[in-house]
């Protein structure tokens, strides 16, 4: 599976490295990440739970960053286990180019292989589900800066509470739920209307 892909976040480059770095911005803007502990130099121990089409499963995995030029460019080396759902493994290119005084290029390109389950599933649903967790990556990372969804906990501004305690529970539950969360935050808006 190869995915690569171009965002601009509305921060400089210092400050869009800076936050790459932190540990708490990235448990927060990956989607059913639990945890990211440090696991010696430039390297980190992550456990996260994932859904890819009807493989629901939680990743215990390490990640590895290599040919750090700050605030350049790195490399992420990656590697997870997900028990009977399989693995993945692979790497990801991270460029990061000033747009400007008060924004950034962030541009990637990620290189992945996967087995068991997942492998088994076929790579459509693999390459669709990984560029649906890299698209909500990318949404909660840009709202770490413009103080929009930084916090699931806040009460929504529009009053609309039902459907801001599903998102809160869809982050609580690591996204595991996949479609059933989809169709039961979309009945909640909905309802809300009325």
């Known amino acids: ?8 976040l509305p921060v400089s480059q210092q400050q869009t490295w800076d936050a790459l770095n932190d540990t708490e911005i990235l448990r927060a803007c990956i989607p059913g990440c639990e945890s990211i502990d440090p696991d ?5 121990l992550v456990a996260l739970s994932a859904a890819v089409g009807p493989v629901k499963a ?4 390490r990640m590895q960053l290599t040919d750090i030029d700050a605030p350049n460019t790195y490399t992420i080396v990656f590697e997870g286990q997900g028990g009977a759902a399989g693995f993945a493994k692979g790497n990801a290119q991270v460029t990061l180019e000033a747009d400007g005084d008060a924004a950034t290029k962030l541009s990637y390109t990620a290189n992945a292989q996967v087995g068991g389950k997942l492998a088994q599933i076929g790579s ?3 390459d669709g589900a990984a560029r649906k967790i ?5 949404k909660r990372f840009s709202a ?12 929504p501004p529009s009053g609309d509470a039902s459907a801001a305690q599903t998102e809160s529970n869809q982050a609580a539950d690591g996204e595991s739920g996949g479609e059933e ?14």
Do not use: C, P
């Not at 939680?58 to 995995?61: I, N, Q, S």
């Not at 770490?144 to 009460?155: L, R």
């Open 1 to 8: 599976m190869e995915l690569a892909e171009t965002h601009t």
């Open 40 to 44: 010696g130099e430039n390297a980190y």
């Open 58 to 61: 939680r990743f215990k995995g």
């Open 124 to 126: 459509r649903l693999v």
């Open 134 to 138: 890299a698209g909500e990556f990318f």
């Open 144 to 155: 770490q800066f413009s103080g929009g969804e930084d916090n699931d906990a806040k009460a």
């Open 181 to 194: 969360k989809k169709g039961k935050k979309s009945w909640t808006a909905w309802i809300s209307k009325f």
